[in-house]
């Protein structure tokens, strides 16, 4: 990748909300001798298609360690819908004038900045409202997991459904041998807008499939936007239970 060929400006917003169902106080957690959010963070700034990278809280704590770093923050309201919302306030309070800004979930301390850069790249040189990443499905466990999201992709890569359910079905053939007969997607939360599109995902109201899914995704998808897709081999996991911690752990102390 020639990161020159990117003309436009590129910023993060890395959204870090407190309270989690499962994990509480998940973005300070401690993983492999750092807080879940640092990691993200790191990988962020060492981005060389972005200009700035800021975390976008709800409390104070996140806040305090975000200057005991040197991390860029904004104290966000609480009762914000999801975090590209959280995105769009963040944004619009910055008063930035990016072409390109990335929502960086901060439960992905696998994500690389190369990652980054290449999502960035590809986005920037399509015609797509959104880019996101993708990744192939190589276990039963994930395809049929309603926590992995799944993703079908047109010919052009461009995303046609995201789904908690294993999409698409396959009629006649036994579900343990689907992976054996189709590729099959996971859809990785991060996503690249342009700055029209964020702005349209904040003044739309949640839509139908996205209520019926609770997958953001849709809002846009559902009001004919194109979304980008790249995949990646990269094993990216999010920390969302005790047990993602215990597998990210393992993966991080061997960096």
């Known amino acids: 990748m020639n990161v020159k060929t990117i003309k436009k400006k590129a ?5 870090a909300r ?3 169902t499962r994990l509480p106080g998940k973005p300070l957690i401690n993983i492999a001798g750092k807080p879940l959010i640092q990691w993200v963070w790191e990988s962020a700034i060492k981005s060389t298609t972005l200009s700035r990278t800021v975390i976008a809280t709800d409390d104070e704590r996140i806040a305090e360690f975000c200057n005991k770093t040197g991390a860029e923050w904004l104290m966000t309201p609480t009762n914000i819908q999801s975090g590209s919302d959280r995105i769009a306030y963040t944004y619009k309070i910055l008063n930035e004038d990016a072409d390109i800004i990335l929502n960086l979930q901060g439960d992905e301390p696998l994500i690389k900045a190369e990652v980054i850069d290449s999502l960035i790249h590809d986005f920037s040189n399509s015609n ?10 190589n276990s039963n466990k994930e395809l049929f997991d309603a926590s992995v ?3 079908v992709v047109d010919s052009a890569g461009k995303a046609l459904y995201f789904s908690r ?3 698409p079905y396959l009629r006649d053939i036994n ?3 689907w992976l054996t007969n189709r590729t099959y997607w996971k859809h990785i939360g ?9 702005q349209e995902f904040s003044n739309l109201n949640p839509s139908e499939l996205e209520l019926s899914e609770k997958l953001e995704q849709l809002r846009l998808l559902e009001n004919g936007a194109k979304y980008l897709c790249m995949e ?12 993602d911690i215990v597998k990210v752990e393992k993966i991080l102390n061997k960096i």
Request: include cysteine; charged fraction near 25%.
């Open 11 to 15: 910023i993060c917003i890395i959204p």
């Open 175 to 177: 579900q343990e041998n």
């Open 190 to 198: 991060i996503y690249a807008y342009s700055s029209k599109s964020l």
């Open 165 to 167: 359910s294993p999409i």
């Open 149 to 151: 999201v799944k993703v």
């Open 18 to 20: 407190y309270e989690s």
């Open 128 to 137: 797509a409202d959104v880019g996101t990443l993708i990744k192939k499905i």
């Open 232 to 243: 990646t081999d990269l094993n990216l996991i999010g920390v969302d239970t005790k047990e």
